[in-house]
């Protein structure tokens, strides 16, 4: 939250409005911060306010022009185009919506535990299907990494390497890896995500101490711990960019991601796609002289990374 007499003290540079980023939203107000720096609550103006009950007229992220009015409130007038989205199904709308978690995002970080709580793999595959979907280039953080012996951890997440995708083992706890981690940050917008009790608010805290953002203890009961961070929110960081730092994602679905090019969204398939006997449609899971099934067979491919696939494939899923 913006602090009253903050607000106060940029009036004189926000006051006739102007460009900013929406880093924060909650109970119809949007945080603002202004191309000096500056921060102002705004709130949304007639048209936007329809489209915002319809779909996501205004999202973290967006990059929006603002207004000041005679009585000292803002509201936003205009967003500029997207460049790009983090989107979900919004829960409870059967996957019929989107919700933007993030707009205008470099990178997605998707930060996993070592153990406490167990990486679950499926639900990490379906993330980075649905970054490659969303054309947002992912990089795996695994944390917790005291917890596992660094050979066992390793070979966990080889595969994910063997598909191209960066992987950062690191602990908060042991301050190893923590100031990779920052390099990987600084300069761009990216978003930190992951289950819930993962590290991601400590990681944060160990990258730009001062920022003191809430964390939670895992509750050892369920192992799964407690939803501390409420909603996205945008983090400027000391050495350029941005944060966000997200509620764990309980409900990641598989928005818009069209299934017949679910293949194309595995990186690691690329070598062999086009050369199945079947090569327009084979879905890779039944057919003849399928070249992924023989790759995953000759231990090209990683078997549980396939499953994975397979498991989308079916709608099934991947979460539980
Ligand atoms: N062993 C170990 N524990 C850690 C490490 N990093 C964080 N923790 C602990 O993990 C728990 C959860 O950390 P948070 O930073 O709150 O996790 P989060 O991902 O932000 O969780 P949500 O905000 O709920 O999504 C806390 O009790 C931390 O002290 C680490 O490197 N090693
Ligand atoms: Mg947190
Ligand atoms: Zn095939």
């Known amino acids: 939250m913006v602090e009253p007499d903050e607000v106060t003290e940029f009036a004189a540079v926000a ?5 900013g980023v929406v880093r924060k939203y909650g109970g119809g107000i949007y945080e603002v911060r202004l191309e000096d720096g500056s921060v102002v609550e705004s709130r949304l103006r007639g048209r936007l306010k329809l489209e915002q009950r ?5 999202a973290v992220g967006d990059r929006v022009e603002i207004r000041a009015h005679a009585d000292g409130g803002y509201t936003i007038e205009a967003v500029a185009a997207r460049e790009s989205q983090l989107a979900r199904r919004s829960p409870g709308s059967g996957g019929r919506r989107a919700k933007v978690i993030v707009a205008n995002v470099d990178q997605v970080v998707i930060v996993v535990a070592a153990a ?10 379906r993330f980075l299907v649905l970054c490659e979907a969303n054309f947002l280039s992912a990089v795996i953080v695994v944390n917790k990494a ?35 981690v920052g390099a990987l940050l600084c300069g761009r917008t990216s978003v930190l995500t992951g289950p819930s009790g993962v590290g991601k608010s400590s990681l944060l805290n160990r990258i730009q101490p001062g920022l003191q953002l809430r964390t939670g203890e895992v509750s050892e009961a369920v192992g799964k711990g407690q939803h501390t961070t ?15 730092d ?20 595995f990186p690691e398939f690329e070598p062999y796609l086009g050369q199945c006997r079947f090569t327009r449609n084979c879905t890779h899971t039944h057919e003849p002289d399928c070249a992924i099934s023989d790759a995953v067979a000759a231990g090209d491919i990683d078997a549980e990374r396939y499953q994975s696939y397979r498991l989308l494939l079916q709608g099934d899923d991947t979460r539980s």
């Not at 006051?15 to 460009?19: E, L």
């Open 15 to 19: 006051a006739v409005g102007g460009r």
């Open 230 to 244: 409420v909603s996205a929110e945008l983090i400027p960081l000391e050495c350029g960019g941005y944060v966000a």
């Open 246 to 265: 997200t509620p764990g994602l309980r409900e990641v679905g598989l928005w818009e991601v069209p299934l017949q090019e679910l293949d194309t969204f």
């Open 54 to 58: 319809i779909g996501d007229a205004v």
């Open 116 to 125: 406490r709580p167990e990486p679950h793999l499926r639900m990490l595959d």
């Open 146 to 180: 005291d917890l596992v012996p660094e050979d066992a951890l390793r070979a966990r997440f080889a595969p994910y390497e063997a598909a191209g995708y960066r992987v950062v083992r690191c602990s908060v706890l042991e301050g190893s890896g923590v100031e990779e």
